[in-house]
């Protein structure tokens, strides 16, 4: 399974962002995608997740509301609409790929290289 991540960039506070996740795998649509970051000197936190069962989706409390998970089964790509950014968002994103979906980052397996999002005015 590999993973590409694009979109990231500079924005302003209060703007709005769109990373994909181009996956590569047999059978894209049994794998949950999962979104996770990592600020400078801070651990890697969970975004949220959609499964790929039902497309069923979970979100942090710190981006509920702001931040929207989608998957497009016939692209192989998943994307994060992210929406009313603010400095705290400032991280790299990662996208990746597991059966079982959770939101604690060393459960899944597979993983992009991330992309850098970075929220100054």
């Known amino acids: 399974v590999q993973l590409v991540e694009s979109g990231g960039g500079l924005v302003q506070p209060g703007g709005s962002l769109r990373l994909s996740c181009a996956v590569s795998a047999f059978s894209f649509d049994y794998y949950a995608i999962g979104w996770f970051r990592q600020a400078p000197g801070k651990e890697r936190e969970g975004v949220g997740f959609?499964?790929?069962?039902?497309?069923?989706?979970y979100y942090a409390d710190s981006v509920k509301g702001r931040f929207t998970i989608s998957r497009d089964n016939a692209k192989n790509t998943v994307y994060l609409q992210m929406n009313s950014l603010k400095s705290e968002d400032t991280a790299v994103y990662y996208c990746a790929a597991d059966r079982m979906p959770s939101i604690v980052p060393a459960r899944w397996d597979y993983w992009g290289q991330g992309t850098q999002v970075t929220v100054s005015s």
């Open positions: 959609i499964k790929g069962s039902d497309g069923t989706t």
